[in-house]
C-alpha cells in the first residue's frame, strides 16, 4: 500500500468517525478544481480534497496530516491571485466553503459570528434587513475566512479598513491541535499580545481559521454618488488628494484611467467621456448632509480641472452609475480576447500617489506594453491589468521586468508590494526588501506555530530571499 493510500485512508476513517462527518473526496474533477486559484497560470494537484463541515472535522484532518507528515492548505472560494490557496502537490486541501454558519447576531454591539466558508454577498444579503452590512469589499464574492487570511480589503477601505479592523474575535485551529480564541467583543484591549491581527494576513501558513466574528456597521442613512471626468491622470489623483485633505472621507473613492472608460464603453454600449476618471459615493446623516458632501466635492473637480459626469441619488440610479467601475474587469477581458491576464497590485503613501502613476506609465512604455490603470485611489492602491496571450514568452518577460520595476518602486517610496492581494507564491521576493531582518523573525514565528512546515508550505514566508 503506497504512502498516499495510506493516508487518505486514514484521513477517510478519522472523518468518518465524526458525528457531523467531513468528505475526503479523490475524485480526479474535485482535485482537478482545487488546483489552481484566479490568478496565477499554473496548477498544483492536491492529493486529496477535504469538505469540512465543523471544526472537529478540520481537527481531524489536521491530526491525519501530523502523522503522516502530509501538507495541509485551506480552501475558500479560490479567488486568491498570488498563488496562495495552490496545495503542495499531492498534498491536502482542506475545503471550508460548508462551514458557511451565522449565528449570534447583535445589531446593539454591532457584531456577528460566522463561519471561515460564509460568502461576502450573501452575508450582507442576510445583514440588510437588520439595517446593517459588513463593508469590506475586495470585489470578488469571496469567503470571509480568505478575507481574513489575506487581509482582503477594497472599495470601501478609504472609510472602513480592511479585515483587520474589521474582524473582531476568531477562532483558529493549530496544528499541534490547540484551538486559540483570540480577540474579544470589546471594542478596544490592552491585553496581551495581538495575535489576532498576526493570524489575520498569514494566508493559512499559522493556522486554519474555524469562525469569525465580525464588526458591523448601520446602513448608511443617505448616499449620494458621482463621476467625474479628469483631463489626465495627474489630475485625478489631484483631486482624490485634495478631498482627503478637507476632511472628506467618502464611502468609496475609484479611479480608472481613460483606456479603461474606452473599454467599457464599448463592452457595455456606454458613452462616457473616456478620460481618466474618478467614482466617489458619499454619506450623509441625512440627504441635506449627503448633499452638502457633493457640494464640496463639485468644487474640488472645478478646482482640480474636473467635469461632472454624472450623479446619483437613488440606489437604482446609483447602481446604474457604478455599473461602469464594477463592469471594469470584464470589459477589459473582453478588449483583449484570448489574452492572459495578470493584476498589477502595489500600495504608496498618498503623497506618491502621483509620482508613482506617472513612473507606471514611464514603465509600460519603457517595456512596449499596455495595461489599464485601475486603483482604490483613496488609499493608495493602484493596479494595473496586464495582458498577452498565453504562449507570448516574450511578452510575459516583459510583464515580470514592469511589474518587478513597479514593486520596487513602491518600495522605495515608502509603499508596500500588495495592498490587497496578499504575498501567496508570487510576491515572497520582495518580502526581504520590504520587511528587511523581520523577515527572519517571521519566519521564526512561523516555525513556532508549524515546526513541521505543513500550514500552506511554501507561501508568504518561503525560502526565496
Same mark, same amino acid.
Given at each position: ?104 447576531? +447583535? ?30 469589499? *475586495?470585489? !470578488? ?117 481613460? +483606456? ?28 441635506? +448632509? ?46 483583449? *480576447? ?66 518587478? !520595476? ?58 526565496? +530571499?
Amino acid at each position: 500500500m503506497s504512502e498516499g493510500v495510506s493516508w487518505s485512508s486514514a484521513l477517510q476513517a478519522a472523518l468518518g468517525s465524526l458525528e457531523e462527518g467531513g468528505r475526503v473526496s479523490l475524485a480526479s474533477g474535485d482535485l482537478a478544481g482545487h488546483a489552481h486559484d484566479e490568478g496565477v497560470p499554473f496548477t498544483s494537484v492536491p492529493g486529496a480534497v477535504v469538505f469540512a463541515h465543523s471544526e472537529d472535522d478540520i481537527l481531524a484532518t489536521l491530526a491525519v496530516a501530523r502523522q503522516y507528515s502530509v501538507p495541509v492548505t485551506p480552501w475558500g472560494a479560490g479567488t486568491s491571485l498570488e498563488g496562495a490557496v495552490l496545495p503542495a502537490s499531492g498534498g491536502i486541501s482542506l475545503d471550508l466553503g460548508a462551514l458557511d454558519s451565522m449565528a449570534d447576531l +447583535d445589531p446593539v454591539g454591532f457584531t456577528v459570528r460566522v463561519g471561515p466558508g460564509v460568502r461576502r454577498v450573501a452575508l450582507n444579503r442576510r445583514l440588510r434587513p437588520h439595517g446593517l452590512f459588513f463593508p469590506v469589499d *475586495p470585489g !470578488a464574492d469571496a469567503t470571509l475566512g480568505g478575507m481574513a487570511a489575506t487581509n482582503a480589503s477594497g472599495t470601501t477601505t478609504v472609510r472602513y479598513g480592511g479585515m483587520r479592523e474589521n474582524v473582531m474575535a476568531l477562532r483558529v485551529a493549530l496544528m499541534d491541535g490547540r484551538v486559540l480564541k483570540l480577540g474579544s467583543l470589546a471594542r478596544k484591549s490592552s491585553s496581551g499580545y495581538a495575535l489576532k491581527q498576526l493570524l489575520i494576513g498569514s494566508e493559512g501558513t499559522l493556522g486554519v481559521l474555524t469562525s469569525l466574528t465580525l464588526r458591523l456597521h448601520p446602513l448608511p442613512p443617505a448616499t449620494v454618488s458621482t463621476q467625474l471626468a479628469f483631463p489626465d491622470v495627474a489630475a485625478a489623483v489631484s483631486a482624490s488628494v485634495v478631498l482627503r485633505g478637507l476632511g472628506l472621507v467618502p464611502e468609496r473613492l475609484e479611479f480608472v484611467d481613460a +483606456d479603461t472608460v474606452a473599454a467599457v464603453n464599448r463592452h457595455r454600449a456606454r458613452h462616457d467621456p473616456e478620460l481618466p476618471t474618478l467614482w466617489v459615493e458619499l454619506a450623509g446623516r441625512d440627504a441635506a +448632509d449627503a448633499e452638502a458632501g457633493l457640494a464640496l466635492l463639485r468644487e474640488v473637480a472645478a478646482e482640480t480641472g474636473g467635469q461632472v459626469v454624472g450623479e446619483a441619488r437613488t440606489p437604482e440610479a446609483q447602481s446604474d452609475l457604478w455599473a461602469a467601475r464594477h463592469g471594469v474587469y470584464d470589459a477589459l477581458r473582453a478588449a483583449w *480576447p484570448g489574452h492572459a491576464t495578470r493584476i498589477g497590485d502595489i500600495c504608496v503613501p498618498l503623497s506618491a500617489l502621483s509620482e508613482t502613476a506617472s513612473f507606471m506609465a514611464q514603465t509600460l512604455a519603457r517595456y512596449a506594453l499596455t495595461a489599464p490603470l485601475v486603483g482604490h485611489i483613496g488609499d493608495g492602491n493602484l493596479h494595473l491589468l496586464m495582458h498577452a496571450p498565453p504562449g507570448d514568452a516574450a511578452a510575459w518577460e516583459r510583464i515580470d521586468h514592469a511589474l518587478h !520595476a513597479i514593486a520596487l518602486h513602491a518600495l522605495s517610496v515608502g509603499g508596500t508590494c500588495t495592498g490587497e492581494h496578499g504575498i501567496g507564491l508570487r510576491k515572497r521576493v520582495y518580502m526581504r526588501e520590504e520587511h528587511g531582518e523581520a523577515l527572519n523573525l517571521m519566519r521564526d514565528i512561523k516555525t513556532l506555530f508549524d515546526p513541521q512546515n505543513l500550514l500552506n508550505p511554501g507561501k508568504v514566508v518561503g525560502e526565496i +530571499d
